[in-house]
């Protein structure tokens, strides 16, 4: 039976995405990945960096009402249980982590927002 592609249980280090990363952020035992795709994802990190797996998204899914990265997601933080997202379309993202629902936006126009620190 084929691994799911959303486990991944080669060695960190040589662990691949089928697009461009823009960034990363840590916090626990989770990694927070910005990718080119327009989105942003959770892994879970084995100790000892044995393996990762896909926890969840945070992105456009009109079905569950979630908002979208209209353009690559370039940077990302972790602060409490908060996750802020950017890309170049100008706006920053901020989601529940414990729930993973999108609580607001910042939109500053149409100016790059290229990085987030809090």
């Known amino acids: ?7 991944v249980t080669e060695p960190f280090a040589k662990w691949t995405l089928d697009c461009p990363v823009h960034a990363l952020a840590f916090h626990h035992q989770s ?4 990718t ?9 990190v084995a100790p000892g960096l044995g393996s ?6 945070f992105a456009h899914r009109p079905e569950v009402g979630c908002v979208e990265h209209h353009e690559e ?3 990302m933080c972790v602060v409490d249980d908060w996750l802020f997202t950017t890309s170049w379309h100008g ?3 901020q989601w529940d982590l414990a729930t993973g629902k999108h609580v607001r936006e910042l ?12």
């Open 107 to 118: 939109n500053i126009g149409p100016e790059h927002l290229s990085l987030i620190h809090i």
């Open 91 to 93: 706006r920053a993202q």
């Open 52 to 57: 990762v797996t896909k926890q969840r998204e």
């Open 31 to 34: 990694l927070f990945v910005g």
């Open 1 to 7: 039976m084929a691994a799911s592609p959303d486990v």
């Open 73 to 75: 997601v370039v940077s």
């Open 36 to 44: 080119g795709h327009n989105t942003a994802s959770e892994w879970s």
